[in-house]
């Protein structure tokens, strides 16, 4: 037992993450999902079951059309009793942020938004799960500090 605990020490335990390249960004995301991106436009990733289900749609259409994409998210998570609202997210930057939760055939679905246009980068993250994300490297926030930050 004593040996299990020096090697548990010795080795932490760490989650292992897969590097997303596209045109635009670079990060890491955790290896356990299963990632299909086109590069130019899209990354999904998914999880067992597809659930979780993230969707990342990026590009200069994204920066183009940001105000109908805030209003048409708006209108799809109304019923959900939810709404984009203003955060944070560096200088010349602007960010919205929302989180709903809906009833489907018994089951609860959470989903989760981050849209943001900046300078350098404008994507839509959309995130979908029959659980709540609490891990914090599938929040869609984190995802979005993560590409904010990319060097590309």
């Given at each position: 037992?004593?040996?299990?605990?020096?090697?548990?020490?010795?080795?932490?335990?760490?989650?292992?993450?897969?590097?997303?390249?596209?045109?635009?960004?670079?990060?890491?995301?955790?290896?356990?999902?299963?990632?299909?991106?086109?590069?130019?436009?899209?990354?999904?990733?998914?999880?067992?079951?597809?659930?979780?289900?993230?969707?990342?749609?990026?590009?200069?259409?994204?920066?183009?059309?940001?105000?109908?994409?805030?209003?048409?998210?708006?209108?799809?998570?109304?019923?959900?009793?939810?709404?984009?609202?203003?955060?944070?997210?560096?200088?010349?930057?602007?960010?919205?942020?929302?989180e709903a939760q809906t009833e489907i055939e018994n089951t609860v679905a959470y989903s989760y938004f981050y849209l943001v246009k900046s300078k350098h980068h404008s994507?839509?993250?959309?995130?979908?799960?029959?659980?709540?994300?609490?891990?914090?490297?599938?929040?869609?926030?984190?995802?979005?500090?993560?590409?904010?930050?990319?060097?590309?």
């Amino acid at each position: 037992m004593r040996r299990i605990l020096i090697l548990l020490l010795l080795f932490p335990v760490s989650v292992m993450a897969q590097k997303v390249k596209t045109d635009m960004f670079t990060i890491e995301l955790p290896d356990h999902l299963q990632i299909q991106t086109n590069k130019v436009n899209r990354v999904l990733a998914f999880g067992k079951s597809n659930s979780p289900f993230i969707n990342i749609e990026f590009g200069q259409g994204v920066k183009e059309q940001y105000s109908q994409i805030v209003d048409r998210v708006n209108e799809t998570i109304k019923p959900m009793g939810s709404q984009l609202s203003a955060v944070k997210c560096g200088e010349n930057c602007e960010a919205m942020y929302a989180e709903a939760q809906t009833e489907i055939e018994n089951t609860v679905a959470y989903s989760y938004f981050y849209l943001v246009k900046s300078k350098h980068h404008s994507f839509i993250i959309s995130v979908a799960s029959k659980e709540p994300i609490l891990d914090g490297e599938l929040q869609a926030k984190i995802i979005g500090n993560k590409i904010l930050q990319s060097g590309i």
